[in-house]
């Protein structure tokens, strides 16, 4: 059976915008949905394939793990641009699709990096990519892959953990902007959720991580204010 790599992807607040919509009588979500998934159309990875079912979005591709690192890059951003936050993970292993039936390793590998550690807006990277990379590689000269992955700085390492990096200096202002507008239009309901206030915490965290000195924009979640 061949090998492939696989991205599952989860639409974060699914359930909540899906009521959110009902309540008010609206279909603002659905909307954004399409908006975002218009980021497929703009593809040229010819080997990519995706669907969607519900809040999971699933993407593989059998080879070039530069050019599918930087697609998934940018379905994320798309999805923020458009006011929703995703999860996931990406992971290599033994991958079959058919019209009818999906029997893949990739696919499962991936679905335990989101369900289990992901569990910030982010896209983990399973180790079985990273050491195809480096098996790849002789001695001390890295793969051509694994050294475009370094040059484009598309992989971060948190800990024992691999991580899509999604800032860069043409998008961070973007992307704050969008993470900033999520946050303030959902603030009530942020702020009755420990986990909700932890992810987007946790989302201020890496993009002030990443700011440059000459960037002035100030942070927009108070951890923690004295009772007036």
């Keep these: 059976m061949a090998y492939s790599y696989f991205a599952f992807l989860d639409v974060m607040g699914y359930r909540y915008y899906l009521k959110k919509d009902e309540r008010d009588g609206t279909e603002i979500f659905k909307e954004k ?15 990519l394939h995706h669907k969607s079912i519900s809040d999971s979005i699933f993407m593989s591709s059998p080879n070039n793990i530069v050019d599918f690192l930087k697609v998934v890059k940018n379905v994320y951003l798309e999805f923020l641009e458009n006011g929703l936050l995703i999860r996931g993970g990406i992971a290599y292993n033994k991958h079959f699709e058919s019209t009818h039936i999906t029997y893949s390793h990739a696919l499962t590998d991936a679905y335990n990096l989101e369900s289990s550690k992901s569990i910030f807006p982010r896209i983990l990277i399973h180790k079985s990519v990273i050491a195809k990379l480096k098996n790849e590689s002789q001695g001390e000269a890295k ?3 694994l050294k475009s992955l370094i040059d484009q700085k598309l992989i971060l390492k948190c800990g024992e953990n691999y991580q899509l990096h999604t800032l860069d200096s043409s998008n961070w202002g973007k992307t704050y902007v969008a993470a900033r507008r999520i946050y ?6 942020i702020n009755e959720d420990p986990k909700l206030i932890e992810y987007h915490t946790w989302l201020q965290n890496y993009l002030f991580h990443f700011q440059s000195k000459r960037n002035k924009q100030v942070k927009y ?7 007036e």
């Design 184 to 189: 303030l239009e959902n603030i009530d309901a």
């Design 221 to 227: 979640i108070k951890n923690f204010e004295l009772l």
């Design 143 to 145: 793969s051509q892959e």
């Design 33 to 47: 949905l399409i908006t975002s998934y218009r980021v497929f159309e703009q593809v040229e990875l010819g080997t």
